[in-house]
């Protein structure tokens, strides 16, 4: 948080170093020639990174994702893209790995510069050896790279190696350029600048000042200028140092003491300026090649006789010189040269008329003033070290310029600026520099931060009521899997060496299987059992779990403070906004809200003293300082209550928000104030102590200041629309990380300002403008807000949405590439997903500067609700949800929606999903009435198009249309139940004959329902309530084959079948019919038989009987076979049903089957037959049976027959 000592007016936005997707990754093995023996040559190569973690160690983390430098480089050309550029030096020099991070891009644009480039070298880089480049002939940028084989790299990668992966594919000797210069066989490159694309200047080891330059046409051939003080250097004497002779060891190479640190070309590049470390400012004639000035830092007189010890700068300082062509200069000077000399932590300022006229053409700009930081104060600290600074010009010369300066101190290292005019009078500019420096906070991602995290398990109690909870897993996972709070490669290191001494434990398992959060979950449950004795109870197991968590997250947090390692501080000079490069971040260092610098500078506000001048800017009348104390106070107030209060009071103000409530706003006051025991938790002490932060009696506050605290957390919107850009994936990270800072602490201010109403509204003696339950009902509103859109943001979804034209083409192209059509490997929030389209899709002032980042993201989150209300955005939230096939993420969702009747149809559809379908049942009763004949417009409920166009007229034209489109999402997943509950429903609704089509969909609809579950009573009198004949006899004809396969033969006989009774006749018979084989399957012949019974049609049962025994007499296998009484049985139960009718009755017509002459007419194997009809009588029947009797009793006696031609046996 702010220091006391310094105001704090902006704060660090940490942005994630990782690929966009899988395969974003380019690497590239760059030729070289090696130091071997055999002088081998390293082959160039490109190949795709594999970006998976896990499994990496420490060592391989760092290699792999933690820079050892690094910074930023802003391409100057208009419309360039990409414009912004990150390098890191990654795996002990060896690889410098670049990508573009700008936050933003042309609308028109189809493909963002996504991809990560890689260059391997096969010797480390210098330090301070890298420098970047723009070609005036090509959209590309030029890397210059020195390596410790002191080969010259000059690499050109065009603009579509960014964005493109084939356009890389060229030959890399076609872009990839080596050099060797002459100088660099026995002198020492130590610092690298790049003056253009073919104009270099390099400071050597011996302080000489090497300038290079090639033609355009051939980019191999430097022609070298060397530019040193002594005469004699040439010879081979200039080679060897002298005895007593001043070196600086640096990277395994003496350095003399007038080696430059800092190099810099004057603005109208007739001269070179240096700081060399030997504390002294060199200039260099170009034309001439001499030298020039020569002073001291400070301004002391060189002596280089006296025998004192000299100072020397260190080797490795960054920020030493600055040249500034500001129009208008402090007393004629055309141009200014700041220097910074460690020595006294002194800035000087010098103006420059004429860099050769020693006397009158180089002067100090305000001696008299001692331009030292007071960083001692600012950080608390004797010993810090300025690392590097930044001169940003103001818009008129020197008035409004910025100085932003990088200080260390041990291991902490912060950001400060000051804004000043060199113009002013010496003795105000000294004032400014002593009392109106801003510093920088580091944010909420720093490790102290996160430990004062409210989310943040680590220091909570052990319950033991709550022993075998997975509530404490839950909020381990929930703080760890945070959206953009720590890496993959973090957690999956970590996990690797947290296993690695799991694995030591005898008898250990490590798991190897799942997601990352089952693999942690699994080690830290089996690490615990390990060391938990086995007659423990369930609190030492859970004591134990505590433990291997802490243990985990302490393996977590040494990682993750290392990637929070400064390593350079850049300034968009375009943008007016400061950068800082750390280890694994790149940080945009934005302005704070009004709400962020109250809360950052409590100290500065409730002290008596004045204000500091920016702070006071923050502050323009007494009504916002009135605020801001009021903010601070009751953050104060509430931040003194108990542990315990604060958990009570989060889950009470939770179940107040989700819960409708038909109290009277005074009366919820009430209830909630008595179930917190507010008035209890508050001593005197406390209350003596509000009042003393407020700086005013509570009964001086108002409705007034406490609305207006609260507007203070949103942002209107100014300016104009522009819509010309879309957000890049940088510009989303930025705008969901800097959207959870926001909320987070408007949720906390929220909750302050809430228990402060809660407490004010039983005291007596208040200001009559002050009404509690206004400021109360406007806290929960705001609190609402809070709520849903922090769960937007900490909540990931797996179906990835498009933010713009470049992002869907990319997710088209890993669509394809992975043969997905759905889930792609990405990580979202919900937020960035439903709103990240929008994020240009509102109104931005020309000129934020270091205010933009904030701007957006606050601007962005209050359109939220802005156009729809609240309970209409969360309709169309859960829409979303659902129509991306979120269902798990909704079910979560659900828990903030309302009881209105969209939202509770909603539901249904969300319950549906879930194949919850008894929930879903009853939240789509409980709406229908309101959605199906109700006043209700889907056209304004349904904006994200959810419901489809032809169901669309389902809704407000009546309850049967709404059950009938209700059925049919049951239908969909096959709950068949719900489906024929909702087509009873909808029938019943129907009133006349209104509507016949719907109401025979309904039928239909109910009767495949009906059958589908086995309830045939419904599936029968759904079908004789067809008036279409031909949809009747088809569901008949299903009804029927169903109720047989299912073995419900009684039940079907059972059914009345009015006015079907020869349909179902019919349908038998075909089935008899179509019937192939009478041993196997179902028994149609008999279910036709008893069916004819049961109607009293006796000869007609007998007729289907005779001809199951025709059928049966030509089966092979049965006709033959003595143990068969198939047809013997047959027989007798034809003779038994012509026995029940008269005897004039007593026949029956029956086809015949005759003989084709041309076949053979065998006993067995018979060829096909035609038929006549035939008269067969009782008489006849009871022959052929006792024929068929005398032929059973032949076969079993030995006595088998001959065949003939003819259809009858004889006997032997």
């Known amino acids: 948080m702010a220091n006391n000592r310094g105001t704090c007016l902006y704060t660090e936005a940490r942005l994630n170093i990782q690929p966009a997707y899988p395969g974003s990754t380019i690497a590239f093995t760059l030729p070289a020639t090696t130091t071997s023996t055999f002088g081998t040559r390293t082959q160039p190569k490109r190949s795709v ?33 990409p414009r912004s550029l990150l390098w890191r030096l990654l795996d002990k020099r060896k690889a410098l790995e670049i990508q573009a991070v700008d936050l933003d891009q042309d609308s028109r644009g189809t493909h963002e510069a996504n991809l990560t480039i890689i260059l391997q070298f096969s010797a480390p880089i210098r330090p301070f050896c890298i420098a970047f480049a723009e070609p005036d002939d090509r959209d590309a940028v030029t890397i210059f790279a020195i390596t410790s084989a002191n080969d010259l790299y000059s690499i050109t990668l065009h603009r579509d190696f960014f964005s493109n992966p084939t356009a890389s594919e060229q030959d890399i000797g076609d872009w990839c350029k080596r050099s060797s210069i002459n100088q660099f066989v026995l002198r020492v490159p130590y610092r690298l600048t790049a003056l253009n694309h073919n104009e270099l200047l390099v400071s050597l080891d011996n302080g000489g000042i090497l300038q290079l330059k090639r033609d355009a046409k051939d980019e191999l051939a430097w022609s070298e200028i060397l530019y040193q003080q002594s005469s004699w250097t040439g010879s081979v004497r200039g080679w060897l140092p002298w005895k007593g002779e001043q070196k600086i060891r640096f990277d395994n190479t003496d350095l003399d003491a007038t080696a430059a640190a800092a190099v810099a070309l004057s603005p109208d590049k007739q001269h070179i300026f240096s700081v060399c470390l030997n504390h002294r400012l060199r200039v260099w004639n170009i034309a001439s090649g001499r030298p020039g000035l020569q002073l001291d830092l400070l301004g002391e007189p060189i002596h280089t006789n006296e025998k004192t010890t000299p100072y020397f700068i260190g080797p490795s300082q960054l920020g030493l010189m600055s040249v500034v062509n500001i129009q208008g200069g402090v007393d004629g000077a055309l141009y200014h040269v700041v220097t910074y000399s460690p020595k006294q932590h002194q800035f000087k300022f010098w103006g420059i008329r004429d860099a050769d006229d020693l006397e009158l053409g180089f002067y100090e700009v305000k001696q008299g003033v001692d331009f030292i930081p007071p960083v001692d104060e600012l950080m608390d600290s004797t010993v810090w070290t300025l690392e590097e600074f930044i001169i940003n010009p103001g818009p008129a010369g020197w008035r409004g310029t910025e100085l932003w300066i990088r200080a260390r101190s041990g ?17 105000k500019l000294a004032e400014i520099w002593k009392n109106e420096w801003v510093s920088v906070d580091l944010g909420p991602l720093t490790i102290d931060a996160l430990k004062t995290n409210p989310s943040n398990p680590s220091d909570a109690e052990i319950d033991p009521s709550e022993a075998f909870d997975l509530a404490s897993t839950e909020k381990w996972l929930d703080f760890l899997f945070f959206p953009s709070r720590f890496t993959t490669a973090t957690l999956e290191t970590a996990l690797v060496v947290f296993q690695r001494g799991f694995s030591q434990e005898k008898g250990a398992q490590i798991p190897t299987r799942g997601s990352l959060k089952e693999r942690i979950c699994s080690t830290i449950g089996a690490f615990a059992a390990i060391r938990c004795p086995e007659d423990s109870d369930a609190l030492a197991f859970e004591e134990s779990v505590a433990a291997q968590w802490q243990a985990f997250y302490g393996l977590i947090r040494d990682l993750h ?26 940080t945009a260092i934005r302005q704070c809200s009004e709400p962020e610098t109250f809360r950052l500078n409590v100290s500065a506000l409730s002290s008596s003293r004045s204000l500091s001048g ?10 916002t300082g009135d605020v801001a104390r009021l903010l601070n106070a009751a953050a104060s107030f509430r931040r003194g209550l108990p542990t315990s209060f604060q958990q009570q009071l989060q889950d009470q103000v939770e179940a107040e928000l989700l819960q409708s409530q038909s109290l009277s706003i005074v009366d919820r006051m009430e209830l909630l104030e008595q179930n917190l025991d507010l008035s209890r938790q508050v001593s005197d002490e406390d209350l003596s102590l509000l009042v003393e932060d407020l700086g005013m009696d509570v009964k001086d506050l108002t409705t007034d200041k406490f609305l207006h605290a609260i507007s203070l957390l949103g942002q209107k919107e100014e300016g104009s629309l522009n819509r010309k850009r879309q957000a890049t994936r940088y510009g989303v990270q930025a705008l969901i990380t800097i959207s959870q800072e926001v909320l987070q602490l408007n949720y906390s201010t929220l909750l302050d300002l809430l228990v402060l109403v809660l407490f004010m509204q039983f005291e007596e003696d208040l200001s009559e403008e002050f009404e509690a339950s206004e400021v109360y009902i406007e806290l929960i509103n705001q609190l609402k807000d809070c709520v849903v859109l922090t769960w937007l943001a900490s909540n990931a979804w797996a179906n990835q949405a498009s933010t713009g034209p470049s992002s869907e083409n990319m997710m088209k192209h890993l669509s394809d590439t992975y043969n997905l059509s759905r889930k792609l490997p990405l990580t979202q929030t919900v937020l960035e997903g439903i709103y990240g389209h929008r994020a240009f899709d509102l109104s931005i002032p020309r000129v934020l500067k270091s205010n933009f980042l904030t701007y957006w993201a606050r601007a962005w989150l ?13 309709d169309d939230i859960m829409g979303i949800l659902l129509l991306q096939k979120e269902y798990v993420v909704a079910a979560r969702f659900s828990k903030l929606l309302g009881d209105d009747n969209y939202t509770t149809y909603l539901k249904g559809r969300m319950h549906v999903a879930l194949g919850e379908n008894h929930l879903a049942s009853i939240c789509f009763q409980k709406a229908a009435y309101h959605l199906g004949v109700g006043m209700f417009s889907l056209e304004d409920a349904d904006t994200i198009n959810l419901i489809p166009v032809d169901q669309q007229d389902s809704f407000s034209d009546g309850l049967p249309k709404y059950y009938h489109h209700v059925l049919g999402l049951f239908e969909k997943v096959k709950a068949y139940t719900y489906v024929a509950d909702f087509a009873r429903l909808g029938l019943r609704a129907l009133n006349g004959n209104e509507n016949e089509e719907l109401k025979t969909d309904l039928l239909l609809r109910l009767f495949t329902a009906s059958v589908q579950t086995s309830r045939f009573d419904e599936a029968y009198t759904a079908l004789t309530r067809h008036t279409n004949s031909a949809l009747r006899f088809s569901d008949l004809r299903k009804l029927v084959k169903v109720m047989i396969q299912q073995d419900q033969t009684q039940a079907l006989l059972k059914f009345p079948f009015v006015g079907l009774v020869d349909d179902v006749d019919n349908i038998l018979t075909d089935l008899c019919h179509n019937t192939l084989n009478l041993s196997s399957g179902p028994p149609y012949y008999e279910i036709l038989y008893a069916f004819r019974i049961s109607r009293n049609n006796f000869r007609g049962a007998a007729a289907i009987l005779y001809e199951r025994l025709q059928r049966l007499k030509t089966t092979s296998s049965q006709a033959h ?55 067969v009588t009782l008489d006849s029947l009871r022959k052929e049976y006792q024929a068929e009797l005398d032929r059973v009793e032949a076969i079993e006696n030995g006595q088998y027959p001959f065949l003939d031609n003819g259809d009858d046996m004889d006997i032997l």
């Not at 291991?411 to 003795?427: A, G, Q």
């Not at 920016?614 to 009504?623: A, F, G, H, V």
């Not at 209050?862 to 969360?874: I, M, V």
Request: proline share 5%; with cysteine; charged share 30%.
């Open 49 to 81: 990174v594999n970006d998976e973690s896990i499994g990496q160690d420490e060592g391989e983390f760092a290699r792999r994702h933690l820079g050892t430098d690094g910074s930023m480089y802003f391409r100057r050309k208009q419309d360039s893209y």
């Open 411 to 427: 291991p902490s290292s912060r950001v400060y600026s000051l804004k000043f005019d060199l113009n002013e009078d010496s003795k």
């Open 561 to 586: 403070k290392r990637r929070g390692e400064s390593l350079s501080l850049v300034y968009d000079f375009k943008e007016d906004m400061p950068w800082l490069v750390q280890s694994d971040y790149v």
């Open 614 to 623: 920016p702070l006071r800017k923050q502050l323009p009348n007494n009504e």
């Open 862 to 874: 209050s359109q939220t609700f802005e156009h729809r209300g609240y309970d209409a955005t969360l």
């Open 1121 to 1175: 076979d003595p143990a068969d009484e198939s047809l013997t049985q047959c027989y007798l139960m034809i003779i038994n049903t012509l026995s029940s009718v008269s005897k004039e009755d007593a026949y029956l017509l029956a086809d015949q089957r005759i003989a084709d002459p041309g076949a053979p007419q065998w006993g067995l194997g018979k060829a096909k037959k035609s038929l006549t009809r035939q008269i």
